[in-house]
């Protein structure tokens, strides 16, 4: 639900600025939440979900995210 995402943006004390990571399947809940994070001024991160665990470390470590939204359809 697109209302829910501002909620728990808020809920988290996420804030124009802060970087998000998006790991997960193309789906109509990643461009929802890609797209809410751009309308709130928040730095997106997708990262596909072929990406290796030592490529994502790497990611985590250069942008240092605040929060991170996984897909439930992966399986690690």
Not at 17 to 39: A, H, M, Q, R
């Amino acid at each position: 639900d697109l209302r829910k995402v501002p909620q728990l943006l808020q809920s988290y004390d996420i804030k124009p600025g802060d970087k998000v990571l998006i790991w997960g399947l193309n789906c109509p809940e990643y461009s929802i939440i890609l797209l809410t994070l751009f309308s709130y001024g928040i730095v997106a991160v997708p990262i596909d979900f072929r990406t290796t665990p030592t490529n994502i470390a790497s990611i985590i470590e250069q942008t240092k995210p605040t929060a991170l939204f996984l897909s439930r359809m992966l399986d690690d």
